[in-house]
């Protein structure tokens, strides 16, 4: 129900606690105090460089707005258990958001990413998108892809002349339009994978695949992520 239609009906102290709430879950890279008998959230425009200063009167103590520990000077240090997963990370071969530091894995698709947070970053060496010299996609990926989309697509090859003809054109559409902002037109789609390939949940009915490069993703992703 749209906002505008049940303000006039709450006390001035509801739609207070309302819109703090409503800035708070739309914040994506969102810094709590540190101080575990505190957390409170600390919105960013009281941010002073990579100070959080807890707004509490009871406590106004700075949180780091990168590691969310105490404020400290210098760069953050990782904690014993942050450097195993790093560690693991790394063996994984998941990169690091530049922008909030939040580890990403890619199944498919090119080597440019867009974080939850915004920012864009090269998957390859995880410098900030277009700063690099790092390959924009890996061919083993973009092949999968190619293939999942032939797949989905639902026409059978009749020989496998023709499938591997099927997948050089999906293929080379991928490499054509591999920084696809998907702001094309987009298309509903019932059959084939339901899989959304964003937040990689299965969908029950339907998902939406955009018409440029085919990446499928479920409505909350295409509206929310994409």
Known sequence: M??????????????????????EWE????????????????????????????????????????????HH??????????????????????????????????????????????AQFCYVCGAKWKTCECPQWNEERLIERAQAHVDNAGIQARNA???????????QDLRDNHECEHNQRWTRMTTGSLRCEECMYTQHRFVDECNRCHLRACYRCRTNRL
């Open 73 to 118: 000077g210098g760069a953050c240090k990782d904690d014993e258990d942050t450097k195993i997963f790093k560690a693991k990370a790394k063996e994984e071969g998941y990169q690091q958001c530049c922008g909030c530091g939040r580890m990403v894995e890619l199944n498919t698709g090119c080597n440019h990413m867009t974080c939850p947070c915004g």
């Open 2 to 23: 749209p906002w505008d239609l049940v303000s006039d009906f709450l006390s001035q102290q509801i739609r207070d606690a309302f819109q703090a709430k409503q800035v």
């Open 27 to 70: 914040t994506q890279d969102r810094t709590y105090c540190h101080v575990p008998d505190c957390s409170r959230f600390i919105k960013p425009d009281d941010y002073v460089g990579d100070i959080a200063p807890c707004p509490n009167p009871d406590c106004l103590l700075n949180t780091c707005i990168k590691c969310k520990a105490a």
């Open 161 to 171: 002349l023709e499938r591997a003809a099927q997948l050089n054109r999906a293929a």
